[in-house]
Structures are given as C-alpha cells and as structure tokens.
C-alpha cells in the first residue's frame, strides 16, 4: 500500500450508510488475481464468473410492476468496419410495451466493471424501471473484456453498437436526436471516452451524457487517487485494470481522450452533461476536473459529488436512504435529458 495513502473508516460515512455493506470488498483481490500477467484464460474465467455472482447477489431485482409494462429482446449488431474482423456486438433492448409514440427517447447505458468484467443485464433493474417510467428505450450493449482484449475494442464494440441503433431507429422505434449515453463507474468512463470518439468522427449527435462514479484517468495522480477505503474498489485494483486494458498506453501523455477521457484538452461540442461523484472514491478529483473542463468549454455541466459516499454506493448499499436519493434525483436528470432540450453549444 501507498505510504502516503489517505486511509479513510466508517467514521466518514453519511449516516445512512454508517451500517457498511461488506458484499462486495472482495472485489479488489479477485481482480488483481484475474488481471495479473501471465494468468491462463482458463483461470480468468473462472475469476471473472465469481466476481459476476458476486456482483449479481447485491442487485436489486425488477419490481414486477415494471417488468410488466416492458419488453426486453436481444439482437446483434455488426463490429465496427474500420476494424478488421470485428466481432457482433449483442445488444439488449428494453423498450415499453405502451408507447406513447414510435419516436421513444434512448438511453444508451453502458455496464461498468473495471473494464475487464460485467455484461448487459447486470444493472437491467434500473433499465427496466426507466422503460416503464420515462416512456424510453434503453439499449444495453456489451463489449469486449480486458485482459483479453485492450483498447480500443471496448470502444469499438460500443461505438458500433450506437451507429446500428442509429440506423435501425425505425425498426426500434426511437427518435435518433435524443439519444443519452449513460454508465456507472467504467461504464461512466466509457460513455465519456464514446462522446470523445463520436466527436472526432463526426457524430452521432448525442443530446446528453450521464456519467457517474467514473474512472477517467489513469495517471492516478490527484489527492483523491490515494484513498482507501475498504467496500468496493481500491486504488490498487484501478491501477491494475488500467494497465491490462491500456497496455503500453498506460500513463503515457499521448493516449487519447476516446481512451482516456481524463486526457482531453478540447472539451468544446461535446454533448450536455450530467456527472455524479463520491466523495469517498479515488476517482472523485478526476471527475471534479473532467466537469471543470466542460464547464471552461461552455459545455453544460450539472455536477453532483456526494458527501459521505464511497464509489458504487447506490448498488453495494441500494436499500439506504442516500441511495433512494441519488435513485429519485437520476430519474429526474434523465427526464431533462431525454427531452433533447438540455443546452448545446
């Protein structure tokens, strides 16, 4: 450990998650285990489908009145064509079985997971609520996985699965202009990386993002890069993560933005912004410095660092009363959102 690591207790807890949840503080060891070099892909797997039981045992099912109003379907959509032989991407798709129209706003939410775990469905409680609530269609892309595959598959993956929603909007029956990109820790870095990439390539047009908890730089060089709390996930496990999906881009000063959103020097027309930090997360001076960024660009930025919070609060502690909060404010950013009307510059 960092001598000079900032070790921080229960003791700096928002109340409503003094009662600690320990379901997840295996996580860290597992991961370096997985990502360490050398490891057989055998033994990744193995790893990688423990943590995935780990992770699936502290999320909230579907309330059965919403899985009633939604449908949930499965497609594939082709790899990218600037990368050769490119794998389909699986795309899974919860739209609401009353429409108000055939023109539905999209969240395009992206799975988090350190880059080297997670699928789809892993957060379809919160997909299917927004389906039946928001009157939108979520589309849920996989990606392919670290150690496996290093950049930019994952961002490949991803950015083909946004150009197949653009041109199949008929067939989902979405409105292509009001299309949010959304994700949670890596899947909030992810969606920051794809604004960055869909910029430089001319598009789609994104009418909003929503990032939360993100990991956006892998330099790990700010204050809050020291902490260590012991719930979910260490400086240590970040730094490992980065490295096995960066490889020799790892820490260097010309890694791109579609990589590494904390790299960005040119903020102007990416698409408006909502962000959520934690105060008590490795990741929290990054993301106050990305919303600087934006905000210098002129970019709208709605920035929310939660007092007394650890990373991925909402999902290891979703019953507390700080989650219900950060739950019910979320729904109500994603109503703005959706509507298309938030400010562009």
């Given at each position: 450990m960092n001598k000079y690591a900032d070790i921080r207790g229960p003791e700096c807890l928002h109340p409503s998650l003094a009662e600690t949840a320990d379901n997840l503080m295996g996580v860290t060891p597992l991961v370096q285990e997985m990502l360490k070099p050398g490891t057989p892909p055998e033994k990744i797997g193995a790893r990688r489908q423990q943590l995935h039981d780990m992770i699936a045992a502290v999320l909230l099912p579907a309330a059965?009145?919403?899985?009633?109003?939604?449908?949930?379907?499965?497609?594939?959509?082709?790899?990218?064509?600037e990368e050769a032989g490119a794998p389909k991407v699986r795309v899974v798709v919860t739209s609401p079985k009353k429409r108000s129209?055939?023109?539905?706003?999209?969240?395009?939410?992206?799975h988090g997971g350190g880059l080297c775990l997670g699928f789809p469905e892993m957060e379809l409680n919160k997909q299917i609520r927004w389906a039946a609530d928001l009157d939108c269609v979520c589309i849920a892309p996989s990606y392919r996985l670290s150690p496996e595959n290093q950049?930019?598959?994952?961002v490949n993956d991803l950015h083909s699965a946004l150009l197949w929603t653009v041109v199949n909007a008929k067939k989902l029956g979405i409105d292509p202009s009001r299309i949010v990109v959304e994700g949670i820790s890596s899947g909030g870095h992810l969606a920051a990386a794809l604004t960055h990439r869909?910029?430089?390539?001319?598009?789609?047009?994104?009418?909003?993002?929503?990032?939360?908890?993100?990991?956006?730089?892998?330099?790990?060089?700010?204050?809050?890069?020291?902490?260590?709390?012991?719930?979910?996930?260490?400086?240590?496990?970040?730094?490992?993560s980065w490295r096995a999906w960066l490889g020799d881009q790892y820490a260097r000063a010309d890694t791109p933005p579609d990589a590494v959103?904390?790299?960005?020097?040119?903020?102007?027309g990416l698409p408006p912004a909502i962000i959520h930090g934690a105060e008590i997360d490795n990741g929290r001076d990054g993301v106050m410095s990305y919303a600087s960024g934006l905000m210098q660009a002129g970019v709208y930025c709605d920035l929310h660092i939660w007092g007394g919070a650890y990373h991925g609060f909402s999902i290891v502690q979703?019953?507390?009363?700080?989650?219900r909060r950060y739950t019910n404010l979320v729904v109500m950013q994603l109503k703005d959102a959706l509507t298309g009307k938030l400010p562009q510059k």
């Open positions: 059965p009145e919403h899985v009633a109003k939604v449908d949930k379907t499965e497609y594939f959509a082709p790899g990218l064509k129209s055939d023109h539905l706003p999209v969240v395009f939410t992206i950049y930019p598959a994952a869909l910029k430089d390539t001319g598009g789609p047009k994104l009418c909003a993002q929503l990032i939360q908890f993100p990991l956006l730089d892998d330099r790990q060089a700010t204050p809050s890069s020291n902490i260590f709390f012991e719930q979910v996930w260490l400086p240590t496990a970040e730094q490992i959103p904390g790299h960005a020097r040119d903020f102007h979703n019953d507390s009363e700080l989650a």
